[in-house]
């Protein structure tokens, strides 16, 4: 992942996890814990992610003129919404709505999942739900 896709990936899970009383979804670890699937169970779609991101990039440059990450939250919410929907203005490699689908399956997986798989620091989102651990 370039640099510029790991600033965008970042924009976009804060966008779909954004910090309120509790910690943003970068905050939470989900970057870590996607960090960690991309070398094991999601090795596959790396290419995937990476176009998907640059992808996300160029819309936020056609629609806002600036990059997705330097977008106000806001704006990020409304582009995202409106790739879930299939509106694009600029050509994708493949079905922008699958993609944002996967990857907000992907961060729920990193910010709710068990803290042993890299995401979730200090259980915060289990906290944040009233989960408890049993004994």
Request: hydrophobic share 40%; no cysteine; proline share 7%.
């Amino acid at each position: 992942m370039t640099p510029g896709q790991a600033a965008t990936l970042g924009a976009v899970v804060d966008t779909i996890v954004p910090a309120d009383d509790y910690p943003s979804g970068t905050e939470a670890g989900v970057l870590d814990y996607l960090a960690g699937q991309f070398g094991r169970d999601l090795a596959d779609l790396r290419a995937y992610y990476g176009a998907g991101l640059d992808a996300v990039e160029a819309e936020a440059r056609e629609r806002h003129g600036a990059g997705f990450p330097e977008l106000p939250p806001g704006r990020r919410e409304e582009l995202l919404r409106a790739l879930e929907s299939g509106d694009t203005r600029v050509p994708w490699p493949f079905d922008a709505a699958a993609f944002v689908e996967t990857v907000v399956g992907h961060v729920m997986e990193g910010f709710y999942g068990d803290p042993g798989n890299g995401g979730n620091h200090d259980a915060v989102s289990w906290r944040m739900i009233g989960f408890e651990v049993g004994d």
